[in-house]
């Protein structure tokens, strides 16, 4: 069984948001948004190579994927903009279905860290856009 392929099966098999896998070893997490990756990074995990399922994938999503090393993604739901960041950086890309941008939790409006990351395209400085405005939100 492929990486992409268990995180796809523990993701759609618990109770997951995201899920990454390379070689046998998991991360796994229930929280929404980018606050798992952001955490991961944080936490100084080394990401590199390991395959991704989660959920939703906007283009902060996708920007902190690269940003990670990761190697290939699979997305429930994935925003044009993410999937032109991981085509961009040749990462290997499933989805079930795809939209013009990931939508708020209220329904009103774009995600804040998408619309956040909107011109940025270098990974690290999205993450530092997406720590500042992460926390800005929880406020």
């Known amino acids: 069984m492929t990486d992409l392929l268990r995180a796809k099966d523990l993701l759609f098999s618990e ?8 070689n046998g070893a998991s991360y796994t997490d229930t929280r929404r948004g980018i606050a798992p990756m952001l955490g991961f990074l944080e936490q100084g995990i080394d990401l590199a190579g390991f395959s991704v399922a989660d959920r939703v994938v906007g283009k902060a999503a996708a920007l902190l994927f690269v940003r990670a090393g990761i190697s290939a993604v699979y997305a429930a739901v994935i925003s044009e903009p993410a999937l032109d960041v ?22 009103d409006g774009p995600c804040p860290m998408e ?17 500042d405005t992460l926390k800005n939100n929880l406020r």
Do not use: F, S
Request: hydrophobic share 40%; with cysteine; aromatic share 6%.
């Open 15 to 22: 109770k997951y948001t995201i899920v990454l896998c390379k």
């Open 86 to 107: 991981l085509n961009t950086n040749a990462i290997p890309c499933e989805w079930n279905k795809k939209v013009t941008y990931i939508i708020n939790r209220t329904g």
């Open 115 to 131: 619309h956040a990351v909107r011109n940025i395209d270098d990974p690290k400085a999205a993450e530092a856009v997406l720590r």
